[in-house]
């Protein structure tokens, strides 16, 4: 256990000290045209998927049809490992985002590049009216909008409940909606250092077609996320002590 915590230590450390470089490299593409910023986030996804089998063991997995066309994706969200797996699987991913984000160094900028939609979350209600207006603004920027329904990372076997807000956005876009289910969470936890090997999956699920009540759309994605994650889950070991 000692030697997988320093080489997740080391792992931690190269991952985040790589965005720098590849920032650089494609900042020149990037200044100009979106699709270099989106070139560099999915090189520097692949980096990461690669280190981690590489280094930690840890390996990954995408299932089902990762969306090309402008589509609402709604995941399940464990760990920053299901955010690099969702971004580089899609063509044009661009995600709902905590304001505070834009401030982190790297990381903000190429967010705002790739379209990427601050959110304060401050006031639920003025949130959601900013959210809606904010995305209809950037219908400019093509792409597959990328949002949490728990708003936050949730640790394996927690419960939480599902926003309303992907139901405002799902209904207000009039676009179909792909849910997403995971178990990166029961590897790359949402703190702490130590990660562990196995097979992390992100999976893309059936779409959801455009146009349900939003009652019944909230509805079917939590029913439909949480039921293959749990799934998934224990096809990773969670619950029996076999994990790792």
């Given amino acids: 256990m000692a030697i997988q915590w320093v080489r997740s230590l080391i792992f931690t450390i190269l991952i985040y000290g790589a965005m720098l470089p590849y920032a650089i490299a494609y900042l020149p593409w990037a200044i100009f045209d979106r699709r270099g910023a989106i070139a560099a986030c999915h090189a520097w996804c692949r980096f990461v998927v690669w280190l981690a089998g ?5 390996k990954t997995e995408v299932r089902g049809t990762p969306p090309k066309d402008e589509v609402l994706i709604a995941a399940k969200h464990q760990s920053f490992l299901d955010i690099i797996l969702i971004y580089g699987a899609v063509p044009r991913g661009k995600f709902i985002m905590k304001r505070e984000l834009l401030w982190a160094p790297i990381l903000g900028q190429y967010a705002l590049m790739i379209g990427c939609v ?8 003025q949130a959601i009216k900013k959210m809606v207006a ?3 603004a950037g219908r400019a920027l093509p792409g ?3 949002i949490y329904p728990q708003g936050t990372r949730i640790a394996p076997g927690v419960k939480a409940p599902y926003k309303i807000g992907s139901g405002v956005l799902y209904s207000e876009l009039g ?19 130590l990660k562990k090997p196995g097979l992390a999956v992100v999976e893309f699920l059936p779409r959801i077609s455009a ?3 939003v009652e019944a759309f909230m509805k079917q994605l939590e029913a439909e996320v949480e039921d293959r994650s749990i799934a998934l889950m224990a096809e990773a070991g969670f619950g029996s002590g076999k994990v790792g």
């Fill in 118 to 125: 601050p959110v304060n979350r401050g006031k639920r209600g």
């Fill in 211 to 213: 146009g349900k009540p």
């Fill in 144 to 146: 597959q909008l990328i």
């Fill in 134 to 136: 904010d995305v209809a």
């Fill in 54 to 58: 590489w280094l930690i063991g840890l």
């Fill in 175 to 193: 676009q179909d909606c792909v849910p997403v289910a995971c178990n990166v969470g029961v590897f790359w936890p949402r703190k702490g250092i």
